[in-house]
């Protein structure tokens, strides 16, 4: 009898590990996160022609860190990858190639700024507002998937 339910403890255990360390697998894929990006990389992505999220901070300001933990707990729940350029890590890139930058995101003045790439075109800039982030963040999204129908390559 002990033998017994030695082996149902242990057939048991054997069937509910892949069953925990399934679900855990398939939150973590479920799960969106930041990208660092350098110039290099932002500029292969504006002409592969890529559709994604960019966004510009710095590492000392608190508002972009303020907006990084409405985006973080955003990210629990969806699975959307935002590119992050920190201006003030990159500086020498971003000084050298200013003009760049000013040709493709003349509206870039303050951090933090978000913008959603089309096709390697910032088409939209998200608002940055005190109240109700996360919901502005959340509709922002979902607003720019369905206006550009899906064809968004990395998110």
């Known amino acids: 009898m002990i033998a017994i339910k030695k082996i149902y403890n242990l057939l048991l255990i054997l069937f509910l590990i892949p069953v925990l360390f399934g679900c855990e697998i398939k939150q973590a894929k479920s799960q969106g996160s930041f990208t660092d990006i350098s110039y290099e990389e932002l500029v292969k992505k504006i002409d592969d022609k890529d559709s994604f999220i960019l966004q510009f901070s710095k590492t000392s300001c608190p508002y972009c860190q303020e907006l990084e933990e409405v985006e973080s707990e955003y990210f629990i729940k969806n699975n959307e990858i935002i590119y992050r350029f920190y201006i003030d890590l990159n500086e020498l890139d971003y000084d050298e190639n200013i003009d760049f930058f000013k040709s493709k995101f003349n509206d870039l003045s303050f951090v933090p700024t978000v913008y959603w790439m089309e096709e390697g075109v910032a088409k939209n800039q998200l608002p940055i507002l ?26």
């Open 130 to 155: 005190e109240n109700n982030q996360y919901d502005i963040l959340d509709k922002w999204i979902n607003d720019n998937k369905k206006f550009y129908q899906g064809s968004v390559k990395n998110l």
